[in-house]
């Protein structure tokens, strides 16, 4: 074991901002234009309260919870990034295998480096495949279909990128992705203009389809069989059409504060989604995690399950795979504590009793 291993999430930030190049981190790191929503999926989370019960026998603590029938050690689960080989040379499938060595879920992201069958074959463990819908529908199509094959078990349909986010510093470092391997034989993805702005956001203006709308999740349906889940909804009218659409799962998500600004903190939305989905699919929550007690906090306000999408990329930037799972054992350690001092010792018992929120407080002083 290395000497002076970072002992949580933001040491592996600052370790990922001195290892990579200003403009990985900064494509990494920011988020769209005042970063006002990237602050608050951080800060939302400080406002809430824990509410530890006492004097419970915490001797044994599990963790674990299931996911479309899939149990998963924790409720932790890798959100789908883009470009992991801006990070580490072996990419996503760093990733993949830190993720399955955690027993974690790790979901795949539509512009990976790496080939899905490459990530695929590197280690077995359950993955989900992320989807974004381009004007050549036959690209998504067959991307969705390799997936698939490949033993991917859900889609994730990200709903919130009709078209990218405008994030100020990757323009001003007129950001250059890593090509997609899997795009390979489907479409050209040359960009010989390095003079203007984010080249990724001249790809994902010429590539993305901004008239994706809720008749397509029909569409969608009638390419796969893999359950579908909707990524980046935030509101409880969304939350309900995603239902009456008869997806899988909801998952409440501001992409990381990479897409709309001012749009909510996703914690502080939680609630309203859980509540208009009303049980009748899971509801995940990303954005903003960054401690073991986030974790319990999303719980507790009737998520299912977290992604997290930043910790595990700085960690593959730190340190590689190690680094990688590191995060993910980082994470579940602080929740195993976080369960432990609040006297649940299974995710079942942690309920909405357990945290007091802002708008608590403000009923409570009424
Ligand atoms: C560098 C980076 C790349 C991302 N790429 C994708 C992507 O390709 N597809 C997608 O649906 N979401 C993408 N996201 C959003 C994540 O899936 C997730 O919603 C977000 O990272 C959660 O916030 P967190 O980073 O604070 O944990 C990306 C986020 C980051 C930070």
């Known amino acids: 074991m290395e000497d002076n291993l970072p002992v949580n999430v933001r040491e592996y930030q600052e370790l990922a901002k001195k290892a990579l190049p200003k403009m990985a981190y900064?494509?990494?790191?920011?988020?769209?234009?005042?970063?006002?929503?990237?602050?608050e999926n951080i800060a939302a989370y400080t406002r809430i309260i824990l509410r530890p019960r006492v004097l419970v026998d915490?001797?044994?603590?599990?963790?674990s919870t299931t996911l479309l029938g899939y149990t998963m050690r924790s409720p932790i689960i890798v959100a789908p990034t883009g470009g992991h080989k801006l990070a580490h040379p072996e990419g996503e499938k760093a990733t993949a295998r830190a993720a399955a060595s955690c027993n974690a879920i790790m979901v795949l992201s539509f512009s990976s480096s790496c080939k899905i069958e490459d990530v695929a074959s590197s280690c077995n463990a359950i993955r989900f495949y992320q989807l974004y819908v381009y004007k050549n529908r036959n690209v998504s199509a067959t991307l969705v279909r390799r997936a698939e094959s490949c033993g991917f078990k859900a889609l994730l349909l990200t709903v919130d990128t009709p078209m990218l986010g405008r994030r100020e510093a990757d323009i001003r470092n007129k950001m250059v992705f890593p090509r997609s391997g899997n795009?390979?034989?489907?479409?050209?993805?040359?960009?010989?203009?390095?003079t203007n702005g984010s080249q990724l956001e001249r790809f994902a203006r010429a590539t993305l389809d901004p008239s994706l709308s809720w008749k397509d999740i029909e569409w969608l349906k009638s390419i796969t069989s893999m359950p579908i889940f909707l990524k980046g909804i935030v509101t409880a009218e969304d939350a309900r059409r995603a239902v009456e659409a008869g997806v899988a799962g909801v998952i409440v998500s501001n992409h990381g504060a990479r897409q709309l600004d001012y749009a909510p903190a996703t914690i502080a939305a939680l609630e309203e989604v859980v509540r208009a989905v009303a049980g009748a699919v899971p509801v995940l929550v990303d954005g903003g995690i960054r401690r073991g007690t986030d974790v319990f906090k999303a719980l507790a306000l009737g998520a299912r399950a977290v992604m997290v999408g930043r910790p595990v990329f700085f960690g593959l930037a730190a340190r590689g795979e190690a680094g990688a799972r590191h995060v993910i054992e980082m994470l579940n350690g602080e929740l195993e504590v976080a369960m432990a001092l609040c006297g649940c010792r299974s995710v079942g018992e942690i309920t909405r009793s357990h945290v007091m929120t802002e708008g608590d407080r403000i009923r409570s002083l009424l």
């Open 58 to 63: 915490v001797s044994k603590i599990d963790m």
């Open 26 to 39: 900064d494509y990494i790191n920011g988020g769209a234009e005042d970063e006002h929503t990237l602050r």
């Open 183 to 194: 795009l390979e034989g489907l479409m050209t993805t040359d960009d010989h203009d390095t």
